[in-house]
């Protein structure tokens, strides 16, 4: 039976396929089960940070899991310690604690509980200090939890009741934003660069005056770089990208990463201030198999490859010369290329594609249109709502990789119109 069939037989259809099935990676290429190559610039949307089964990967899978897979965390974890000491001295740069998962969406959920927890230690449940405010065109994760936090309304529909204590507000609003945050607030949560949204970056201003609320509220300012953090950017921290060069300095009190986190060993965590990790005390939360020896030894080998590597000075040099050929372009399809470091997201022009018939009889969104076309020319894209095609390469993507993804995506833009 085939790949197709087995999986339409067996597998929960909770998931909108592509109809292919790759049988092995290498660097930035996948092969599917017909031996053709694909360029791949989705990595697992953003999980492979360095491509598809680095040797570092492969010798820390190999060597720890010679050692010790998994023990309880019951137990001291030394791997687990060695990795939070590095989110906590190089990526973050700041003192505080580390709580370790499976996922994005786990590690979300983490943070909702922590503001909660603090909330409700420090005012006692009487002041209702409970709600957690997000923004629109977010994406938090598929749990109950990530869904009532997540601002898309597709994402809620048939769940309810839904779990309660959330207020959306449109992103980048300054002025809706002060008028949400009262006593009752307990965090303003939201991703610094949205991705499944439409890669949206959050403006300078918006995350100061996010600071300044939270401040002056005694909330929590609580960041998502579950897609935008761990060098995704450039910088181990999205935020400090979107920042950089501004004179304005924001410092969250927690943050949750995962994807790249672990270059596609299953893991996620977060990370909270000194202030407020307290809340979350023995018997608050936990994970069976958050931060086993394996998955803790894997993503702090591959961290370390990034940061000694020179990975993230790649980051950026890359994301400059895909922006200036781009401009160069000067597509009529491409309404504008927005995004920073390898996040990037391509703003399709839906009304230039809705001239050519193909389009208009697909009954395809414009972004899944030029996925589909991209992937029938043998590369790998991702949509990020509607409009917008992402590229996601790996960090350490070398020229002639994104020169061949450049003359690709050009030639596949050139017959659409």
């Known amino acids: 039976m085939t790949t197709a069939g087995l999986t339409e037989q067996f597998v929960l259809g909770n998931y909108g396929r592509f ?3 790759f049988t092995h990676g290498e660097g930035s290429y996948l092969w599917d089960e017909d031996g053709r190559r694909y360029l791949d610039f989705v990595t697992g949307i953003a999980v492979c940070a360095l491509g598809h089964c680095p040797e570092v990967m492969k010798n820390a899978l190999t060597e720890q899991g010679g050692k010790l897979i998994h023990v309880s965390n019951l137990y001291q974890i030394r791997e687990q310690a060695e ?7 190089k990526m973050m740069e700041r003192p505080g604690k580390v709580f370790f998962c499976n996922s994005g969406a786990e590690a979300n959920d983490g943070l909702i509980k922590l503001a909660r927890k603090r909330a ?8 209702g200090k409970n709600v957690i405010i997000t923004c629109k ?18 994402v809620k529909i048939g769940f309810d009741p839904l779990l309660p204590g959330f207020l959306h507000v449109p992103f980048n609003d300054i002025e809706t934003l002060k008028e949400a945050v009262n006593e009752h607030t307990a965090a303003i949560l939201f991703e610094p660069l949205q991705g499944e949204g439409g890669i949206n970056p959050a403006t300078p201003e918006f995350m100061a005056a996010a600071a300044e609320l ?12 579950v897609q935008c953090g761990s060098g995704r950017t450039g910088d181990w921290c999205g935020w400090r990208t979107l920042l950089e060069g501004t004179g304005i300095e924001v410092e969250p009190d927690a943050v949750s990463w995962a994807k790249g986190f672990g270059g596609g060993f299953p893991i996620g965590s977060f990370w909270a201030s000194d202030d407020c990790a307290g809340a979350l005390g023995p018997g608050t939360h936990g994970s069976t198999f958050g931060g086993t020896p394996l998955g803790s030894a894997v993503s702090l080998a591959l961290l370390k490859a990034i940061d000694e590597g020179g990975v993230l000075e790649n980051v950026k040099r890359q994301e400059k010369r895909i922006k200036d ?3 160069a372009w000067g597509h009529p399809l491409i309404d504008s290329l927005r995004g920073a470091g390898l996040m990037l997201g391509f703003v399709v022009d839906g009304e230039v594609l809705r001239k050519q018939a193909d389009f208009v009889e697909s009954g395809k969104t414009p972004s899944l249109y030029v996925v589909n076309a991209a992937m029938e020319a043998g590369m790998l894209t991702v949509p990020a709502g509607e ?10 993507v070398p020229d002639e990789e994104v020169d061949e993804a450049l003359g690709l995506f050009k030639k596949v833009l ?3 119109i």
């Open 19 to 21: 109809p292919i099935s």
């Open 83 to 89: 990795l939070a000491q590095f989110v906590v001295e």
């Open 120 to 127: 409700f230690d420090k005012y006692g449940a009487k002041a």
């Open 137 to 154: 065109q977010s994406f938090h994760g598929r749990t109950l939890g990530g869904i009532a936090a997540t601002a898309q309304e597709k």
């Open 214 to 225: 939270c401040q002056s509220h005694d909330a929590l300012l609580m960041f998502d770089e």
């Open 325 to 327: 050929a781009v401009a």
């Open 387 to 396: 409009n917008v095609v992402r590229w996601l390469p790996r960090l350490d």
């Open 414 to 416: 050139d017959s659409l």
